[in-house]
C-alpha cells in the first residue's frame, strides 16, 4: 500500500561480469528495464527516475584500480537508458540521471 511520489531505480552494476559468469551488457540492460516495467505496472502514474550506472573498476580491492572493459559496458549501457527516457513517449514519466 506505498504510495510514493516518486521511484528511484540504482542497479545493475552487479550484473555484469568480464569473465562471462554472470549477465553481458544487454542482459543487463533488459533486466533493468524489466524492473522499469514491472513499477510502471503497478504505479503507471508513478514517475521513475532511473539512475545511470555508476563506475567500476576490472580488479578486486587491493590491486590495481582503472576502468576498463566493465566501464565500457556502464557507458553503453548509460547511453541507452538515457536514449530510451528521452525518447520514450512516456518521457514526462521516466527520468535519467546520470
Known amino acids: 500500500n506505498l504510495h510514493p511520489k ?5 542497479i545493475g552494476t552487479n ?13 543487463t540492460l533488459e533486466s533493468i528495464l524489466m524492473v522499469v516495467a514491472y513499477i510502471q505496472k503497478r504505479r ?5 527516475l532511473i539512475q ?12 590495481k584500480h582503472k576502468l576498463g572493459v566493465y566501464w ?3 557507458k553503453w549501457i548509460n547511453n541507452k537508458l538515457k536514449a530510451l527516457c528521452q525518447d520514450s513517449s512516456d518521457y514526462d ?5 546520470d
Do not use: H, M, S, W
Open 52 to 63: 545511470g550506472l555508476l563506475p567500476r573498476d576490472d580488479f578486486p580491492i587491493g590491486e
Open 15 to 27: 550484473n555484469l561480469d568480464i569473465r562471462g559468469a554472470a549477465c553481458n551488457k544487454e542482459t
Open 93 to 97: 514519466r521516466f527520468f535519467y540521471a
Open 6 to 10: 516518486i521511484f528511484v531505480l540504482l
Open 44 to 48: 503507471p502514474k508513478t514517475p521513475i
Open 72 to 74: 565500457e559496458q556502464i
